[in-house]
Nanobody, 121 residues
Framework: QVRLVESGGGSVQAGGALRLSCAASGYTACMGWFRQAPGKERKWLASMDTYHTARYADSLKGRFTISQDNAKNTLYLQMNSLKPEDTAMYYC??????????????????WGQGTQVTVSS
């Protein structure tokens, strides 16, 4: 089991930027970011595996960038050009699978507690 601790959420105006961090207590094959807006299902945003292969949801349209510092066991999500519809709880996730299986919620082993992002217009 890997403990995940997110940070970096907050409130920002539309057009602004935030960088989320997720510190992992140990090794995992793949880590990713999901978000859940009020009243909606949790959705996958991006993931990166140990080979530093990054995958993104099409809806992000290049606004978000995922990265990883292996030495620190930390995953990041740089979010630019934020929109009010980006308002959600953002969760870090750890998966034992690489490839596209890393974005399958049912295969996630560990979740962080979440960090709130609020974007005002």
């Amino acid at each position: 089991q890997v403990r995940l601790v997110e940070s970096g959420g907050g409130s920002v105006q539309a057009g602004g930027a935030l960088r989320l961090s997720c510190a992992a207590s140990g090794y995992t094959a793949c880590m990713g970011w999901f978000r859940q807006a009020p009243g909606k299902e949790r959705k996958w945003l991006a993931s990166m595996d140990t080979y530093h292969t990054a995958r993104y949801a099409d809806s992000l349209k290049g606004r978000f960038t995922i990265s990883q510092d292996n030495a620190k066991n930390t995953l990041y999500l740089q979010m630019n050009s934020l929109k009010p519809e980006d308002t959600a709880m953002y969760y870090c996730a750890a998966s034992p699978y690489t490839t596209n299986l890393c974005k399958v919620e049912e295969l996630i082993d560990d979740w962080g507690q979440g960090t709130q992002v609020t974007v005002s217009s």
